[in-house]
């Protein structure tokens, strides 16, 4: 991923209007988005759908970047309430297309996720999804914990109490696999 | 996964490459690129906040000014400093959370409902230290009264706010719902205490700090049906 501090002028050059500087966002930042969300147990096809959706509405909100202020949070706090939108609009509509079918299970979609990380997805596929959005964010996407927090809308404090919480969990889970195995 | 530790796993997947499909990005970068305009960013935060407050501010005072100022007329001086000096702090505070929370990527220190807790009880910590007689006079039927002044105040501030943030994107609608409401609810409550010449224990801290719940209540349930509904 680019420096933030190319990302801040990339993001005043777009607010401007300066279409090189969207097409350099929109490559330069999409691999970590769309791995943000294929982490989060979706399936490619979701994951395509979410980040489609997620950059058509940074552009509808672009206006609310602050110059200055570091791009990633901004960005992933509008990635995850897109998400959540995007499920929540799924559900209604598969809740009346199949009354009595179940919804897709989290395993199916993970089973569609690369080999490349299928480890890293089923290793987080057991913990809560505000622990699961900070560790990826901290450990994957490299964000430093101030960054997480603003992403997502809480203190930093928190942030540290989820990633702790977060390795307690990993840690059982891996001792507890190598024990039956 | 067998032997190894999470940060092995993480780190691996870390310096590990992802790669998307390069139609894909194609398809995205021309949709955006197509018909590309300037916008022009928001405000800073505090020129937002400011406006809310001064908003906020100026809905008490005409309803207060056209209802009547019969309320402020018994208070003294210590009453007067320690009402308006919370109100005006907890007005403060809620302008600043409303816009932050209207503003994706923004430093938060304290949630919607930390927000509204702590200024609930401020408010009412105050009310109780100041006022000290018990009577309750047509408890209800005066209650309901201000209750409805109070929130019908909101209201007109909530309006107006809007105004002020329809620019700004809301990435949890419920928790900004909460804070508009509670931003929305203390012209309400600055109006009541102008005005209402009730200053009986009870009255003050049920009836006027209940606004401020009952009109967060009200921000959270608008702000869902207005999110369910886009």
Redo the contacts between chains.
Sequence with gaps: MQPDIDLKALMVRY?????VA??AL??GL???L??FF?LQTVSRRYA?DL??ET??RI?E???????G??V???????A??VRV?HYRKVRRVETREQQVEQLPEIAAAQAEASD??A??A??LSGLPESQRDV?TML????MSI?EV???T???VGSVKQKAHRA?VT??ER?AG??VR? | MNGREPEEILNRAAGAPHEVDPTLLARISDSLVSGLRPVRPRPPIWILASALFAITAAVAMAGGVALGLKGIAKLDALEIASIFGVLGVFTWTSALHCVTEMTPGSRRRLSSGAVLAAGSLLLAGVFALLFHDYRTTRFVHQGLVCLTLGLAHGLAAGLAGWLVLRRGFAVNPTAAGVAAGTLASLAGVGMLELHCPNLEALHVLVWHTAVVPVSAFAGAVLARFAMRNR
């Design positions: 607010q401007d209007g300066d279409p969207a097409a929109v490559h999409s691999g970590p769309h791995r294929m395509d980040l489609q950059w058509l552009h909100v672009r206006h609310t970047y602050r110059r202020e570091p990633l949070p901004w960005l992933y706090a509008i995850r309430h939108d490349r990380d480890d890293l089923a290793l560790i450990k994957v996407l490299n101030e927090a603003r992403a809308s809480s203190s390795y990993l840690r891996l696999t190598k195995s």
